[in-house]
């Protein structure tokens, strides 16, 4: 059977497994594979071998015609040379004549599809599939052709012709060089599929592609056949789905003015779409998770990250599964990026915005900007310069792999220009049409510019505080980079946060292998920085520099650690530590236990406080939208009743800061009425940090800083414990987050695996713990699960109920 296998020019789907790619390439037997081993809705069709391919070389004298050729390829970074190359071997290719055998196998099994689908003459869709593709470790995605709305049996035996010529486009031919493949080793399969007459189709993968984050399933979708997603045509629609629960995170929908669309009898044309739908939502919410629960299926069975291509089709609401591979880019293990110098002119400090976007691919770089719209100019591209257009193609390749960053008008998270510049390791920003205006109207052709990516803007100049100062000094002409490493460190379920005051260790500190910061003590910008009482500072007309102050090191912060979340534990001074600031004696009460009077919460709405409260919210919206480190959240300390905390978010709403998807609001747990009526707080934060030394303090009467009573002092009491557990599961209820800042994790082990089984969300911990709690988590993880296989369970040893 399986020497019958080998020598077939045609295999149908159910006959095909993912372990077949050197029978019919990486997409064949993917969807092979999803046909005959899944439940995924997949389109059936069948595929031509390489067994075929090799006797089309073979048969037609192309195995000798092509080495000839390619002798006249003597430099692959010529693009001229490499278009003209190319372009005879594909006119030998289509020239010559399929053998017969081969053409009648396509024929009979294009006539029995159409029996399978009850249509005497089916549309299809005919996708290349190389044997080197969508593997792991080498992705070819893109690199050859697809036709789609094909119809006929004549035309399909064309087509599959022309994917064969597709094996030698420049770019598959530039990519395989550069990969180190082999030309005459690579064959190319067929999939002939039946055709989904797509009313919206997209692209989905089952990891963030710009963090890595495997926790969501991001989604783009945008009207008619999903070509114009793929190429960046379109902006497309935007959601983010959390893996675990299939919540909808995030949504983003633009403006899709154009479709492609199959024509009745053939081929596809572009159309405009009607102005009451450019702007709305392509599928549904329904459809989102119907999707989402598709691409779970197909990672847990493939066991990797997946990238996917879905349509629904427009006679029956049907939502299809196009083709599954492997993602490329997060499968690889982090490899170290070069730090290069940066051009020696334009170093600044100032942030002047010139346009914003998607940021696609993380990272940044600074250098000379070299406008291109025009493709016949990519060979005027030059090592070194940071590329702006309108959108990439698979063409501009080898003028990308030179690039030190990529700019594009249009695009989305899974556009050509995003996947290669993620997987080519090159800051990329897209789709600053939708964000602002065109960047290729905007930056200058030749201007020095700074590319972050990570937020998804470009700045006027080399600001020396984005890429490093040593490397602005380098020579003109040349990028400057910077790369954040990162310490090794198992990967844990619960997240592992860290505690930060300093914003100067920021840098240092964000190479550890934490997940973000849990708590951010904004008190000591105001000790090391600012020194004075900030109702003083407005008193004598120097508001804005509290503004300032405070929003760079916050920024400093969120940059180091970008795009992890940073969360601001807002103001916390009690009266006596303020009265310390300059000025404070005139604003601030004499208190007998400061510890427990006029702190947190019950500041911030205070007529005689709440002016300098809304300071430090004018920071917090200059950090998020000024500079543009989305990352940022806050958390609101020592609130004493839920209608102290409606007044907060209110205030901050009226002050521009509304809690959404990509803005948090933490309530600090470390009050007893915090646990006891955490369902009615519930309403008006994302999420808890159990502040575990005042929660201590206060179910346990100790005052923790009374010497005479330390010994009662501590965190694994079962009044504690029973608080904490109480707190996860009445959160959890209502989809709140759990996390604990505090050293007592990485302590006591013990305590560590009590929060662990009770389902705590995150632990933030010291920069001196981070290693050791994430190792130390990682074993109590280990063993909950190994416990929950074995059937063997650990029961608690004691009553945590409430």
Not at 515 to 538: K, N, Q, S, V
Not at 647 to 676: C, S, T, Y
């Amino acid at each position: 059977m399986a020497k019958d296998r080998e020598k077939a020019y045609v295999l149908w789907f159910d006959e095909l497994r993912r372990a077949d790619v050197s029978l019919v390439g990486g997409k064949s037997s993917s969807l092979g594979e999803l046909t005959s081993q899944t439940d995924v809705p997949v389109p059936y069709g069948f595929a031509t071998t390489a067994e075929g391919y090799r006797h089309f070389m073979h048969e037609t004298g192309m195995d000798v015609t092509i080495p000839e050729l390619l002798k006249g390829l003597t430099d692959v970074e010529d693009a001229v040379q490499l278009r003209d190359v190319t372009a005879k071997i594909r006119k030998a290719i289509c020239d010559a004549e399929m053998p017969a055998d081969l053409a009648a196998d396509i024929r009979k099994s294009y006539e029995e599809l159409g029996k399978k689908v009850g249509e005497a003459n089916p549309f299809v869709a005919v996708r290349s599939s190389a044997t080197a593709e969508d593997l792991p470790d080498a992705s070819f995605a893109g690199q050859q052709d697809t036709y789609l709305n094909v119809q006929g049996a004549d035309m399909v035996i064309q087509k599959v012709k022309e994917c064969y010529a597709s094996t030698f486009t420049d770019r598959a031919t530039y990519y395989r060089t550069k990969q180190g493949f082999d030309h005459l080793s690579v064959a190319l399969s067929a999939a002939i599929q039946m055709m989904v007459f797509s009313k919206a189709a997209g692209v989905m993968f089952t990891v963030d592609l710009v963090t890595g984050d495997d926790s969501t399933i991001t989604i783009e979708g945008a009207w008619g056949l999903g070509e114009y997603v793929v190429q960046g045509t379109v902006t497309p629609d935007n959601f983010k789905v959390r893996k675990d629960d299939l919540t909808i995170l995030s949504k983003m929908i633009n403006t899709k003015p154009i479709e492609l669309v199959r024509k009745p009898g053939g081929d596809c044309e572009e159309k405009l779409v009607p102005p009451e739908l450019q702007k709305q939502q392509v599928i549904t919410d329904e459809q989102v998770k119907e999707l989402a629960t598709y691409a779970k299926a197909i990672e847990k069975h493939y066991g990797c990250y997946m990238d996917m291509e879905w349509g629904v089709d427009e006679r029956t609401n049907k939502v299809w599964l196009l083709q599954a591979r492997p993602e490329t880019v997060w499968s690889k293990k982090n490899k170290e990026k070069k730090e290069a110098a940066a051009a020696k002119a334009a170093v600044t400090t100032d942030r002047k915005v010139v346009v914003k976007g998607l940021p696609a691919s993380p990272g940044s770089a600074a250098g000379k900007a070299h406008v291109i719209l025009d493709p016949a100019k990519i060979a005027e591209f030059k090592d070194g310069e940071i590329l702006v257009t309108t959108m990439t193609a698979p063409d501009w390749v080898p003028a990308m792999k030179k690039a030190k960053a990529i700019v594009t008008d249009a695009g989305g998270m899974t556009c050509h220009a995003s996947i290669v510049s993620r997987e080519l390791g090159i800051p990329c920003i897209v789709g600053t049409k939708s964000r602002s205006v065109e960047a290729t109207t905007t930056i200058q052709d030749g201007a020095e510019i700074t590319v972050d990516a990570t937020n998804g803007i470009v700045y006027e100049g080399i600001v020396a505080d984005i890429v490093k100062p040593e490397a602005a000094e380098a020579p003109a002409g040349q990028a400057a980079t910077t790369v954040v490493a990162a310490e090794a460190a198992p990967i844990t379920g619960t997240k592992i946060y860290m505690n930060l005051g300093n914003p100067d260790l920021a840098e240092k500190y964000g190479k550890l292998p934490c997940d973000g910061i849990g708590l951010m003590r904004e008190e000591f910008i105001w000790t090391t920085f600012i020194h004075e009482h900030p109702l003083y500072l407005i008193e004598t007309g120097r508001a804005d520099y509290v503004v300032d102050q405070l929003s760079e090191g916050i920024r400093k912060v969120c940059q180091a650690l970008a795009p992890r979340p940073v969360t601001l534990r807002l103001s916390d001074f009690k009266s006596s530590e303020y009265r310390n600031l300059t000025g404070g004696d005139k604003y601030e009460p004499q208190e007998s236990s400061a510890l427990l009077g006029w702190r947190g919460a019950s500041r911030y709405y205070d007529p005689k406080y709440v002016e300098a409260f809304k300071l430090e919210l004018k920071a917090v919206r200059k950090v998020r939208e000024e500079y543009g480190f989305k990352n940022l959240n806050v958390m609101i300390p020592f609130c004493r009743r839920v209608d102290e905390m409606q007044k907060v978010v209110d205030l901050m709403a009226q002050e521009g800061l509304h809690r959404g998807p990509d803005f948090k609001v933490w309530l600090m747990a470390e009050i007893p009425a915090n646990i006891i009526l955490a369902d009615q707080f519930n309403q008006f934060v994302d999420g808890y940090s159990i502040g575990s030394n005042d929660l201590t303090m206060l179910v346990m009467g100790c005052d923790r800083d009374n010497d005479t009573v330390a010994p009662l002092f501590d965190e694994r009491n079962l009044a504690v414990k029973r608080a904490i557990r109480h707190l996860i599961t009445v959160a959890h209820k209502d989809g709140k987050t759990v996390s604990i800042c505090g050293q007592a994790p990485s302590v006591y082990p013990d305590f560590a695996e009590f929060l662990v089984k009770s389902g705590i969300d995150s632990i933030s911990v010291n920069p001196d713990a981070v290693v050791s709690t994430r190792k130390h988590v990682a074993q109590v993880e280990q063993r909950i699960l190994l416990d929950s296989l074995t059937g063997k369970g650990r029961a608690d040893t004691e009553d945590y109920t409430w």
